[in-house]
């Protein structure tokens, strides 16, 4: 029910999209993929949400290629983001310095890989991957999911020995944080069988 919900309102020669929603300290922030028409791709922003208003809105990773999705867990005492940059076949990950706008370059994974919407979930001492990961035989990037285990955000990644775990254009690409509910751990999906975007599932 969005009847109740407020619009934030973008400049016209922007757009604004993933947005991953953290609260800290009593605070609620939103990043968001920041994508700037006249240069061509987007980078990361972060802005304070204020009676139903984005504040502060501060660029925070800006790379010369494109890059969205900027997926945030905290892990221990840190945070980390995990945009995706699809274009370099890598995925990187950045370490907060300074919560939430000075971070730092850690450490490019799956360098080679085309994955998308990088998404995960930690469940006891074991991180789970889920992505999308083009193949140019179904030359979309909108059907394959695959998870990847690991024992650290650091670590060594290993491919799910059943990947691809879904093949389904309506709902395999991440589009959001995974969550508990009633016991049940829900992960939210793009839709694209329409068109990019369509919907969530």
Not at 67 to 93: A, C, N, T, V, W
Not at 144 to 170: Q, R, T
Request: net charge negative; hydrophobic share 35%; glycine share 4%.
């Amino acid at each position: 029910d969005f009847s109740d919900a407020s619009v934030i309102d973008t400049p016209k020669d922007r757009f604004y999209a993933d947005p991953i929603l953290v609260s800290d300290a009593n605070r609620q922030y939103v990043f968001f993929e920041e994508f700037v028409y006249k240069k061509g791709y987007a980078h990361i922003s972060v802005g304070e949400i204020e009676n139903n208003k984005l504040r502060n809105i501060e660029i925070i990773i800006d790379e010369s290629f494109h890059l969205s999705y900027p997926f945030i867990i905290k892990d221990g005492d840190d945070y980390y983001l995990i945009p995706e940059s699809r274009s370099l076949k890598s995925i990187r990950l950045y370490k907060c310095i300074q919560f939430p706008y000075k971070w730092r370059f850690e450490k490019a994974m799956f360098v080679g890989e085309e994955l998308l919407d990088p998404t995960i979930w930690k469940q006891g001492r074991t991180y789970y991957l889920f992505a999308n990961k083009y193949t140019p035989e179904r030359k979309t990037s909108n059907e394959e999911l695959h998870i990847f285990y690991s024992d650290s955000l650091m670590g060594d990644w290993k491919s799910h020995p059943l990947n691809p775990v879904a093949v389904d254009i309506c709902n395999s690409r991440p589009a959001g944080s995974l969550f508990l509910h009633e016991g049940k751990l829900i992960m939210v999906n793009q839709n694209s069988s329409l068109r990019y975007g369509h919907s969530m599932t």
